[in-house]
């Protein structure tokens, strides 16, 4: 078979969380799947590391979809064509664009509809876009599948799509995360923190992050807990707001919280190693992939009572109220007090870890795809 993929979010040291999930099922799937061939549909030059094994034939075409417009082009116009001239049997995308103009069975996973539910969350014309094609794309596809069974009912409920025809493929986790011993904590420790313990928060900086209220909880735990403890900001500002920004500026303790930028996965792991605890407390996501690193790091979690994080937290986090600043910072003032508790969801998150890997993903999104390839 001629199985063609939309890669265009594989790009070299800018991978973030579909793209993640793009390099780790595909890696696997192809090589697993020597009797296939692979087209991999790229927007851009791209690095030879992603041609995973000698079954897979790297194609570019314009234009760079990095805009409503050129995801419009590039989908409907460049990539159909492309299917036509290596005569796919069918188009696999990761991220959830179809090809309205396609002329094959398509397979999309679409990982959350985050735009449905906040759309004042993301710039108006994404918005409109999404909110435009992807009910589109929903129907269009010959299968669906989706990280969680939370995104799979939202799917069902958004846009009447049949149970039957979304699969849930959960996302893994990089086997490079690991606990770091006392020596590295320490270590980390003096670089960030001056030698203070501390809360860090995993992720882009977008308001569905929840980053606001994050900023609050953190400044009523430390007027209420004269501990000294910091909290570490990891990510990108992609979407710093204005609100973002005035909530900052007001905090009573903000000295106390220290943003490193991205970090890249050496350093990711040690930071996040060494935390008190991992804070993760959006109010939309279709997975959150931190709270698993954060098992494999042997680290604590504090995490939202809301979509889909309690089914990949199971009983191994303190699950909160991310709307409630209070809420939140109850869990840092049991959590960090509590060594016991610790200990307790340090363990029971490695019994939840053991229910998520990319090889299970992988084998999962295999699954769709021959389901769809044996219509």
Not at 217 to 244: H, P
Request: aromatic residues 14%.
């Amino acid at each position: 078979m001629n199985i063609a993929v939309n890669t265009r979010l594989l790009l070299d040291n800018k991978l973030e969380g579909i793209g993640w999930f793009t390099n780790e099922t595909l890696k696997r799937i192809v090589l697993q799947h020597p009797e296939h061939t692979f087209y991999f549909i790229f927007d851009r030059p791209y690095h030879k590391k992603f041609v995973f094994a000698d079954n897979v034939i790297p194609i570019i075409t314009r234009p760079q979809a990095r805009h409503p417009l050129l995801f419009y082009l590039w989908f409907e116009f460049s990539v159909p064509k492309i299917l036509k001239k290596v005569q796919a049997d069918i188009f696999v995308s990761p991220d959830g664009y179809a090809s309205l103009a396609g002329k094959i069975p398509e397979v999309l996973v679409m990982h959350d509809l985050n735009f449905e539910h906040y759309p004042q969350d993301l710039p108006w014309i994404i918005t409109r876009y999404y909110k435009y094609f992807f009910p589109r794309f929903a129907k269009k596809a010959a299968r669906i599948a989706t990280v969680s069974g939370f995104s799979k009912k939202d799917i069902q409920d958004c846009y009447g799509i049949p149970g039957d025809k979304i699969d849930v493929v959960y996302n893994g986790v990089h086997d490079d995360f690991h606990a770091v011993s006392n020596e590295e904590k320490n270590h980390i420790k003096n670089r960030y923190t001056t030698g203070c313990d501390y809360f860090i928060y995993i992720g882009a900086l977008l308001p569905r992050k929840n980053l606001k209220n994050l900023f609050l909880a953190f400044d009523m735990f430390c007027k209420q807990n004269d501990r000294n403890i910091k909290l570490l900001i990891v990510g990108a500002r992609k979407w710093w707001t204005a609100d973002m920004e005035k909530t900052f500026s007001g905090l009573e303790h903000k000295k106390d919280i220290i943003f490193t930028g991205r970090l890249e996965s050496n350093e990711l792991n040690m930071a996040l190693g060494a935390a008190l605890a991992l804070t993760y407390i959006s109010y939309f996501e279709g997975f959150g992939i931190p709270i698993l690193e954060a098992f494999r790091c042997d680290v604590p979690v504090i995490t939202s009572n809301v979509t889909s994080m309690p089914e990949v937290a199971g009983d191994a986090a303190l699950l909160t109220d991310p709307f409630d600043p209070a809420s939140v910072a109850a869990a840092m003032t049991k959590l960090s007090s509590d060594a016991d508790l610790r200990k307790k969801l340090i363990d029971n998150g490695r019994k939840q870890l053991k229910n998520f890997s990319w090889d299970k993903t992988a084998g999962l999104l295999w699954q769709s795809i021959e389901k769809t390839l044996q219509l």
